[in-house]
T-cell receptor
Framework: QKEVEQNSGPLSVPEGAIASLNCTYSDRGSQSFFWYRQYSGKSPELIMF????GDKEDGRFTAQLNKASQYVSLLIRDSQPSDSATYLCAVSQGTGTASKLTFGTGTRLQVTL | EAGVTQSPTHLIKTRGQQATLRCSPISGHTSVYWYQQALGLGLQFLLW???????NRGNFPPRFSGRQFPNYSSELNVNALELEDSALYLC?????????????FGEGSRLTVL
């Protein structure tokens, strides 16, 4: 079983729709959860982080965490073609540090016109 | 402000040779991380350096090694190269004990082993 699992996609959504990206993790001791976006040929960049159960909103992005189910998701509202990228879920055992971020293989999102 | 810089951008080696990759973190960042991104495997954690010391190591053989210099720059050495070492090697930096755990990545060094 992989430590962090994501559906590789591609996930195709029409412009303006909600994109839902999902991630499960195996280590129950995980404390910190991150979503990174990686455009093709570019390096990853942090979009959001979440530490507590529930929802966290930042603009068009909402991260959702359910530690009991070991599940974290990212919702992108009003999807734009510029959102087309690979989204990486990352998990850390620590809080406040990134000593060892374990990444999933990423979900490729395609936003169609 | 300059971001994380890595060199070389591309590197071609043959099996059995050694490769050295370099990374300069963002000014003020003392932690440097190395990740391997091979096709279809996602980012695999290699090494973490902070204040000149190795703090954590991923599940890679000893022929992957590195160091951090007093100016916080770092290099990754891969000895006895194998074909499966072909990958994008990403360096990232962060402030220690940063509240967000945010890593700032460089553009990577693509290593091709023939």
């Amino acid at each position: 079983q992989k430590e962090v699992e994501q559906n590789s996609g591609p996930l195709s959504v029409p412009e303006g729709a909600i994109a839902s990206l999902n991630c499960t993790y195996s280590d129950r001791g995980s404390q910190s959860f991150f979503w990174y976006r990686q455009y093709s040929g570019k390096s990853p960049e942090l979009i959001m982080f979440i530490y507590s159960n529930g929802d966290k909103e930042d603009g068009r992005f909402t991260a959702q965490l359910n530690k009991a189910s070991q599940y974290v998701s990212l919702l992108i509202r009003d999807s734009q073609p510029s959102d087309s990228a690979t989204y990486l879920c990352a998990v850390s055992q620590g809080t406040g540090t990134a000593s060892k971020l374990t990444f999933g293989t990423g979900t490729r999102l395609q936003v169609t016109l | 402000e300059a971001g994380v810089t890595q060199s070389p951008t591309h590197l071609i080696k043959t099996r059995g040779q050694q490769a050295t990759l370099r990374c300069s973190p963002i000014s003020g960042h003392t932690s440097v991380y190395w990740y391997q991104q091979a096709l279809g495997l996602g980012l695999q954690f290699l090494l973490w350096y902070d204040e000149g010391e190795e703090r954590n190591r991923g599940n890679f053989p000893p022929r992957f090694s590195g160091r951090q210099f007093p100016n916080y720059s770092s290099e990754l050495n891969v000895n006895a190269l194998e074909l499966e070492d072909s990958a994008l090697y990403l360096c990232a930096s962060s402030l220690p004990l940063t509240n967000t755990g945010e890593l700032f990545f460089g553009e990577g060094s693509r290593l091709t082993v023939l």
